[in-house]
């Protein structure tokens, strides 16, 4: 009797303690899923690793790529490194800030916010000129040139003064910062449509724009300053100016005759004397 009592106590902790097991493994499952977070979607986009100036080229060791949530990614992030690498930035970037397709440029590319396209050392001016290369959409932003002028000289001879127009080659080798193209004149309804989509390709063309003034063609030139101020002279006493498109990768140098009637007199056997 009494060892059948012991049974019966075993038995029923045995049960109890697997009854016990079963109650565990059944809500085990259902705490676990009651502390789990929610899942939060991400994003990978470009950040700045470092401060970044504007106006400077970006380089790849100043980039990485991290995962931010959607919600706190903004409009326009860059998401791969050759969007941004070799880029210039037009505002100042910050160490672990999205970067944003719309605040780069490509550092060769001049835009409205001509300031950030200048070089080092130079001043950018604007030099109006007639020429037909411009007129006739011949020549293009970062091509190279030659400026001419020809503007009258007094003469200082011992026969007496007077001028004397004097044609030279006033700088040489000059880049094509930038254009300005003015409206071309309105003849029909065919030269009205013929103007629009000149002003459409100059304005989506880097570098080139339309000026809504007659008469505004002109070139941008980043020169030093002296050179711009042997432009503004020549502009000033009346000259005018020129432009020869030289061949890519042309950096030659010259020092042609400054050309006038003696010059033409004499190469051309000319008798003044007449």
């Known amino acids: 009797m009494r060892v059948s009592g012991l049974l019966w106590w075993i038995g029923a902790f045995v049960s109890a303690g697997l009854a016990g097991l079963l109650t565990f493994s059944l809500l085990r499952p259902v705490a676990s899923s009651a502390i789990t977070l929610p899942t939060v979607i991400t994003r990978p986009v ?13 380089s790849a060791a100043e980039l990485v790529i991290r995962d931010l949530p959607v919600d706190a990614v903004p409009e326009g992030a860059a998401v791969s490194l050759d969007q941004v690498e070799g880029k210039m930035s037009t505002v100042d970037l910050f160490a672990n800030a999205p970067i944003l397709v719309q605040q780069l440029a490509m550092p060769d590319i001049v835009t409205q916010q001509v300031a950030l396209s200048v070089p080092r050392s130079k001043v950018v001016m604007v030099v109006p000129t007639q020429s037909k290369l411009i007129s006739n959409h011949l020549i293009r932003p970062g091509d190279h040139v030659d400026l001419l002028a020809t503007v009258d000289m007094q003469a200082t001879g011992a026969e007496g003064g007077g001028t004397q127009a004097e044609s030279v080659a006033l700088l040489q080798n000059l880049e094509i910062h930038a254009i300005i193209l003015a409206p071309a004149p309105l003849a029909d309804d065919k030269s009205a449509t013929e103007a629009v989509d000149t002003t459409v390709q100059a304005r989506e063309e880097g570098g080139v724009f339309h000026s809504s003034e007659a008469g505004a063609q002109a070139i941008l030139l980043a020169v030093d300053t002296q050179d711009a101020l042997t432009i503004l002279h020549v502009q000033n006493v009346g000259g005018s100016l020129d432009l020869v ?18 010059y033409l007199a004499n190469r051309y056997k000319i008798n003044l004397a007449r």
């Open 46 to 58: 470009v950040v700045a690793s470092v401060n970044i100036p504007f106006r400077r080229s970006i």
């Open 245 to 262: 498109l030289r061949a890519p990768k042309d950096d030659s140098a010259s020092a042609p005759v400054p050309v006038d009637q003696l």
